[in-house]
T-cell receptor, first 114, second 110 residues
Framework: DGGITQSPKYLFRKEGQNVTLSCEQN?????MYWYRQDPGQGLRLIYY???????QKGDIAEGYSVSREKKESFPLTVTSAQKNPTAFYLC?????????????FGDGTRLSIL | GQQVMQIPQYQHVQEGEDFTTYCNSS?????IQWYKQRPGGHPVFLIQ?????EVKKQKRLTFQFGEAKKNSSLHITATQTTDVGTYFC??????????FGQGTELSVKP
């Protein structure tokens, strides 16, 4: 059964700590995305990747980093520089990065500050 | 940057009443997509509209794309408790990006 798997479902971060959110897809999609969702603010794009070994900053990239070493994987690191990391993080993928392609989402990771 | 504005932010209806959410963009869109996110869940793709003035239906849901390709609406006829969730529009812009609206949270009272 193809899809997108995000882990963990819940994550807690201590002050000054970097944490990494996992996103894996077996849909053979080229494009992958990370969004942050806060109440009442919809989905805001953090980073996206059109193809392996390439990624671009989205609207709110500060305090985050990503890598795309494999087509299937697009991990997101929330660094200590992100002062307000508490949010719901969603990973998505699409066949290509064209805007007419539907995006498929994972179940999300809820990140909180300890 | 370009924004896609969606209203209302919240809508509370009695079961059986109709519901409409609206999206507006300041610039022409290449396409518009609609997603539904159930409480505690993730967004799920519902439909895409591409042509000017396009209207599509899915059972009780009617989706419209404006003539100028700058606005869109989702109308649900005779809401049911299973319609509860947040509905997002997402517009494709000339730069090849998909811009999400803020979403409309629908609650349905039985």
């Amino acid at each position: 059964d193809g899809g997108i798997t995000q882990s963990p479902k819940y994550l807690f971060r201590k002050e000054g700590q970097n944490v990494t959110l996992s996103c894996e897809q077996n849909l053979n999609h080229d494009a992958m995305y990370w969004y942050r969702q806060d109440p009442g603010q919809g989905l805001r794009l953090i980073y996206y990747s059109q193809i392996v070994n390439d990624f671009q900053k989205g609207d709110i990239a500060e305090g985050y980093s990503v890598s795309r070493e494999k087509k299937e994987s697009f991990p997101l690191t929330v660094t200590s520089a992100q002062k307000n990391p508490t949010a719901f993080y969603l990973c998505a993928s699409s066949i290509t990065d064209l805007p007419n392609q539907p995006q498929h989402f994972g179940d999300g990771t809820r990140l909180s500050i300890l | 940057g370009q924004q896609v504005m969606q209203i209302p932010q919240y809508q509370h209806v009695q079961e059986g009443e109709d519901f409409t959410t609206y999206c507006n963009s300041s610039t022409t869109l290449s396409n518009i997509q609609w997603y539904k996110q159930r409480p505690g869940g993730h967004p799920v793709f519902l439909i895409q509209l591409v042509k000017s003035g396009e209207v599509k239906k899915q059972k009780r849901l009617t989706f419209q794309f404006g003539e100028a390709k700058k606005n869109s609406s989702l109308h649900i006829t005779a809401t049911q408790t299973t319609d509860v969730g947040t509905y997002f529009c997402a517009g494709g812009n000339q730069g090849g990006k998909l811009i999400f609206g803020q979403g409309t949270e629908l609650s349905v009272k039985p």
